[in-house]
């Protein structure tokens, strides 16, 4: 059980912005938000994650809504190179060390 | 730093042989975890290795195994191969603790299993 929701596809045009949402309703306080992508033949790669406050690298932003139930990942200019499935991951901290779970994700389409 | 290599990165077997496929992690990184990714199941934990020591375990039969060695270096083990077991088997590393520490994933065997 994934327990994010993400749409299954989105589409954008190059060097526009993507806002990229995330559900997460049932999270928990101990839970941090992940996000993975992943390109054409390739492993996943880490992009960001947060747990409360918005998140800024030199990948993306991360915007946590207050109550923390939805999350958006923003790439601020996307490029052909971001196309890719983007994995919203919800994970625990605690002493148990639990791995992490992915769901299907978002295929993100950049147009030229 | 050198990322997550993984060998080979094809393979072909037939049904009821088994494979090994080999991970080696970023350097210091003693953490390793493996994935199997289909198009039907998506990405899938397997288990978790620290210290050649299995700490997590996903729902897999038996036919897989893994192990650890003392470099961090680690190794699954798939016996009596089945049709669905072809997927792309993925191998990641981190510094210490799952739950925290950035996941480095290596680029994956593709196993097909005929």
């Known amino acids: 059980d994934a327990k994010t929701t993400q749409p299954n596809s989105m589409e954008s045009n190059e060097e526009e912005p993507v806002h990229l949402p995330c559900n997460h309703s049932?999270?928990?306080?101990?839970?941090?938000i992940h996000w993975y992508r992943q390109l054409p033949s390739q492993g996943p790669e880490y992009v960001i994650h947060?747990?409360?406050s918005n998140v800024n690298n030199r990948m993306a932003s991360l915007a946590i809504a207050e109550d923390r139930k939805s999350s958006t990942l923003i790439l601020h200019r996307a490029t052909l190179r971001d196309a890719a499935v983007y994995y919203c991951?919800?994970?625990?901290?605690?002493?148990?060390?639990?791995?992490?779970?992915f769901g299907k994700g978002t295929r993100l389409s950049v147009i030229a | 730093k050198a990322g997550v290599t993984q060998t080979p990165r094809y393979l072909i077997k037939t049904r009821g042989q088994q494979v090994t496929l080999s991970c080696s992690p970023i350097s210091g990184h003693r953490s390793v975890s493996w994935y199997q990714q289909t198009p039907g199941q998506g990405l899938q934990f397997l288990f978790e290795y620290f210290s050649e020591t299995q700490r997590n375990k996903g729902n897999f039969p038996g036919r897989f195994s893994g192990r650890q060695f003392s470099n961090s270096r680690s190794e699954m083990n798939v016996s009596t191969l089945e049709l669905g077991d072809s997927a792309l088997y993925l191998c990641?590393?981190?510094?210490?603790?799952?739950?925290?520490?950035?996941?480095?994933f290596g680029p994956g065997t593709r196993l097909t299993v005929l």
């Open positions: 990641a590393s981190s510094p210490i603790w799952l739950s925290t520490d950035t996941q480095y």
């Open positions: 049932t999270i928990s306080g101990t839970d941090y």
């Open positions: 991951i919800r994970h625990t901290i605690d002493s148990g060390n639990t791995p992490l779970v």
């Open positions: 947060g747990l409360t």
